[in-house]
Every structure is written in C-alpha cells, then in structure tokens.
C-alpha cells in the first residue's frame, strides 16, 4: 500500500508542477517530460519489482509503455491545438497535468493489494477521466463526459456491494485486518459458493464497467472518441487493461466462486467479440473504429481470465502488453490523420499514404498488430488462447473464438485499408514527427521484444502462468 501512495504522491507533485507551469509554453514540455519520465519508472518497476504480484506487474508495464507513447508522442499534438488555437497554453498544461493524475490513479491499482484501496484508485480515474473527455471539446464531448461519469459511477458502485459481501464473508472466516487479493485466496476455499459467487458477480460488473466489457461498455465508444488523443491512448491502452487486472486478481483468488461464473464471463465475452465486430464492420468514424476495437480486444481477454489455465493466463499478459502498444500507436496514428484532414470520418481521410506516410506506416503496423499479424504479440496470444480454451475441455469456445476472430479481424482490415489507400487527399495541418516516431518505434520494439524473449520478461510470464495453481486449471 505504502508503494501504491508513494506513486500516487509522486503524479500528484508531478501534476502540481505541470499546473503551476500552466500559463506559459513550459507547461505542455513539462507534462510530456514529467510523463515520459513516469512510464520510464513505471516499467522499471514492472521489471524489477520480482516480489510483487505478477498480474500487476504486468499492468505496470502496459500502463509504463503507452504513458511514454501518450506523453512523449503527444507533445506535437498539443503543440498544434496551441497553435490553432484550440487550447491555450493553460488548457494543454491542465491536461497534461490532470493525465499524469491519472496514470499515477492506474499504477496505484496496479500495484495496491488491498482490494478496496484498489478500487478506490479506479474509482478515481473516474473523476479526473470526465474532465479530459470533456476538455476535448468536440460536439458531443459534454454529453460523452456525462455518459463515462455515470455509467462507470453506477458499475465501479455496485462493485463496492460486492466488496462489502466479500469483506463481510472473510471477516466471519479469518481475523484479518483488511481485505487483501492475497488473505482473499487463503480463505476462499473456507468461503460459502453461493455468496462468495454473488459478491464476485458484482465485482465482475465493477471492474468490468472500467474494462469496457459487454454489457457495460456503452461509454467506452463515446468517451474513447471524444477525448484528445493522447488521452485516448491513455484510456484505450491503460484503463480498461489496469481493471480487467484487478478482476483476473480477484476471480483467480476465489476458484469455487469463479467456476460458478465462467458461463457469464464466457457469454459475455463472446457476445462482446460479435457486438464489437458488427460495429466495425461499415464504420465511419475512425476513432470509434478503434474504440470498437477496444471492445474486442477486451473480450478476448475476460475469455483468457474465465478460462484461467496456465496458457490462458499467458495468453492474457501477452494480449494485454501487445494491446496497450499497437492501440496507443493507432490512437496516435489515427489522431494524427484525424488533425491532418481536419475530420474522423474515414471516407474523408483516406488515402492517406500518399499524403503523410510517416503517419500511415504508424496506422499500417499498429493495425496490423491489432488484427493479429504473425510475429505480433495478439497474433502469439490468439493463438495460445485457442489452445488453452481446447486444453480446457472447450473446443466449442476455441471454434467459436477462430470464427469471430476471423470475422472481426476482416471488418477491422477493411477499415484500416481504406484509410490508407485511394486517391491522394490534400492536409491542413501536418504534426511533428514525434507523433508517430515515438509509437511506431514501441509497435516495432514489442514485436523485437517478443522474439528474442528476454529474461526479465519470460521470468514474468512464467510467474503468471504459476497464477493457475489457485485458478480453474
């Protein structure tokens, strides 16, 4: 815990700093130092950090890697809503500030194993969250920022229901001082089935109303669409990662209940992978497209925690880190042709290679990457997840799985074709190269990472994958 605040302190001075800077041209260079150096620090943790929980230190890596990709990356386009008058210098610096507020919020998640605390520092991405929907100051930024508020309020809420079940059930079974993921898993076994399963159903739609699952993730589009677009990166990359982590904590700690529930998660999730895929075939707005995405690509991952075998835990890590790179890079790609063109709707910005190929090369490899290309991590992570639903004794899911992942991926190709092919367009405005130097060079460092395995990062998973002893194995 006392890690968990120290971060948290820490972004808080950070966003102080930033704040203070905010009525001069410092502020903005500030807030793209100060988070570029906070997701250095948070990956280091996540590396060197051996002792903590496996599962966080993988959520503090992708929070880690796409804060570097949103700040570092998205200087050039803050730099440009200044120039064109969209924001002041002030209005930058705020927004720099309050996302470093906010990734200090997710790593505090990552990194608490106190569950309430957890969920408290979540709770929180809410609050600052509807401020930078809001600030995006699109047509529908008031009522994106309305509909993330209330929405993730009402299902982070009844999560807390389920947390009171919980702690009132392990406080009647152990003597414990709080309630812990770790005291969690010592007296799950001693737990009642059916309310430990009650309170684990409403910390399923807590959590899962931050992860954007199906079907509690009518804000995602919106809010993710509506935000700048480092911000996007940040929500899409980062948040709904950092949630589906604490419930994978929570399911794997609590075995009996969880195997109550696997029928729900697995529903859900496969429902999520058609509604998302239906929703992108034909889809206009470019950012929304990848919101969709998002959709998808969180349901394929609740799949891997339902499943919870060793291979479905791997499966998870390697989507979540594979994710959090390739869709912040797409954020920032998209985002850039979205400034470039002057609109998000596909057929206005397509044929955007001949335009500004630097960015559509960053569209091309990170879409690539989000469809499952071989050699990426999804394409390694679809694959073990097929293998572990069938190791399972699920060869039913693993068909139904290789049939939507198909699908999905072919309406999600289609899109990304279109905005990078046709007849050349005119641009308004051209951003700075860091806009897609920064997260094409991470889309092209995770598929390096990957094949030459590292030690720090095999020790990783193979500590995940140790996670199943206490799961459904």
């Not at 993730?217 to 929500?235: E, G, Y």
């Amino acid at each position: 815990m006392s890690t968990s605040l120290g971060l948290l302190a820490i972004s808080a001075v950070a966003a102080a700093l930033v704040a203070a800077a905010r009525r001069s041209h410092a502020g903005p260079v500030l807030a793209s130092v100060l988070g570029t150096a906070l997701g250095a620090g948070l990956v280091s943790v996540a590396v060197l950090s051996a002792a903590a929980d496996p599962l966080s230190r993988v959520a503090l890596l992708g929070c880690g890697v796409v804060s570097v990709v949103a700040f570092a990356g998205g200087y050039s386009y803050y730099q440009h809503q200044v120039r064109e008058d969209h924001y002041s210098n002030t209005d930058a610096s705020l927004v720099g500030s309050v996302s470093l507020l906010f990734v200090g919020l997710l790593g505090a998640a990552a990194m608490s194993d106190d569950v309430l605390m957890a969920w408290a520092f979540i709770e929180g991405t809410t609050i600052v969250g509807a401020y930078l929907v809001a600030i995006g100051r699109h047509a529908h930024s008031a009522e994106a920022a309305w509909k993330f508020s209330v929405l993730c309020f009402l299902g982070v809420g009844t999560g807390l229901a389920g947390l009171g079940i919980l702690e009132a059930l392990v406080a009647e079974t152990a003597s414990t001082g709080s309630l812990t993921f770790d005291s969690l898993g010592a007296v799950s076994a001693s737990l009642p089935v059916v309310p430990a399963a009650a309170g684990l159903a409403l910390l399923f739609v807590g959590f899962g109303t931050k992860a954007g699952v199906f079907p509690f993730h009518w804000w995602l589009p919106d809010a993710h669409s509506q935000t700048p677009t480092p911000v996007s990166a940040l929500m899409s990359g980062a948040l709904v990662p950092t949630a589906l982590v604490l419930l994978a904590r929570a399911w794997l700690a609590m075995p009996d209940a969880a195997g109550r529930l696997r029928p729900v998660l697995i529903g859900a999730a496969l429902l999520g992978l058609l509604v998302a895929t239906l929703a992108m075939a034909g889809q206009g707005d470019a950012k929304r497209l990848l919101a969709y995405s998002t959709v998808e690509h969180m349901a394929l991952m609740l799949v891997a925690v339902a499943i919870g075998n060793g291979l479905a835990l791997v499966a998870f890590s390697l989507h979540l880190l594979g994710h959090a790179v390739a869709k912040s890079g797409a954020f920032m790609g998209i985002g850039s042709l979205v400034e470039s063109f002057g609109s998000r709707r596909i057929d206005r910005i397509s044929g955007s290679t001949a335009s500004t190929p630097l960015v559509s090369s960053l569209v091309i490899a990170s879409g690539a990457s989000l469809i499952g290309f071989p050699l990426g991590p999804i394409f390694v992570a679809e694959i073990l997840l097929l293998i572990a639903a069938a190791n399972a004794g699920l060869s039913w899911l693993a068909a139904a799985l290789a049939v939507l992942l198909v699908l999905a991926g072919a309406a999600f190709g289609e899109r990304v074709v279109r905005i990078v092919t046709g007849p050349s367009r005119a641009v308004t405005v051209t951003l700075g190269r860091s806009v897609a130097l920064v997260p094409l060079a991470a889309v092209a460092l995770s598929t390096v990472v990957l094949l030459a395995r590292p030690a720090a990062l095999s020790a990783l998973i193979a500590a995940v994958a140790s996670l199943a002893a206490g799961g459904l194995g």
